[in-house]
């Protein structure tokens, strides 16, 4: 089976501009999380969806957002862009809410 | 806020020895799981246990889990170069429906 793919896999950014950042889970799974991953704040969770329904919701702003579409691959967008929101975006997928199984990784850059 | 702590948050071993590395948590979990990341393969599931387990096993990885004291370890036996990378805690809490949080990780060097 083809693992979890997210695209871009680098991305740079301004300030003030915005950003969508794709997943697709493996066959299969239908629960995607989102991760940020940075040095100081380490992995923050974003969000759960389980088909198309959002399960959860970490302590973002609601700059952050995301969805699900019917064939279980995942969006988030982020507005409004901050020097602080460069990072490790990482997507997760699983069939269990357990084990997960991670994507590489977008790494945002915003300048 | 991170559910779970790491300790040490780095560790340096020669490759042939033992790295045990801890976890603590806050409130009462379900299950705990151990992930490792490192720059080749990105993040990897290792290893579940449930809240009623004590041990549990997979090849060289040995996890504990002491639900009294709110901890778990993690112990790698004879440690190889690949074995660097770091190493996270993540628990899903018990309660109602809480998503699963990471710990802060505990970077391990394995020295050839």
């Known amino acids: 089976k083809a693992g979890v793919t997210q695209t871009p896999r680098y991305l740079i950014k301004t300030r003030g501009q915005q950003v969508t950042l794709s997943c697709s889970p493996i066959?299969?799974?239908?629960?995607v999380s989102w991760y940020q991953q940075t040095p100081g704040q380490g992995l923050q969770f974003l969000f759960e969806y389980f088909s198309e329904t959002q399960r959860n919701k970490g302590n973002f702003p609601g700059r952050f957002s995301g969805r699900q579409f019917s064939n279980s691959r995942s969006e988030m967008n982020v507005s409004t862009l901050e020097l602080g929101d460069s990072a490790l975006y990482l997507c997760a997928s699983s069939v269990d809410f357990l084990e997960q199984y991670f994507g590489p990784g977008t790494r945002l850059t915003v300048t | 806020s991170q559910q779970g702590e790491e300790d040490p948050q780095a560790l340096s071993i020669q490759e042939g020895e033992n790295a045990t590395m801890n976890c603590s948590y806050k409130t009462s979990i379900n299950n705990l799981q151990w992930y490792r990341q490192n720059s080749g393969r990105g993040l990897v599931h290792l290893i579940l246990?449930?809240?009623?387990?004590r041990e549990k096993h997979s090849g060289r990885l040995r996890v504990t889990l002491d639900t009294s004291k709110k901890s778990s370890s993690l112990l790698i036996t004879a440690s190889r170069a690949a074995d660097t990378a770091s190493y996270f805690c993540?628990?899903?809490?018990?309660?109602?429906?809480?998503?699963?949080?990471f710990g802060t990780g505990t970077k391990l060097q394995v020295i050839p």
């Open positions: 246990i449930r809240s009623n387990e």
């Open positions: 993540a628990t899903d809490p018990s309660g109602g429906y809480q998503k699963v949080t």
């Open positions: 066959s299969g799974h239908r629960s």
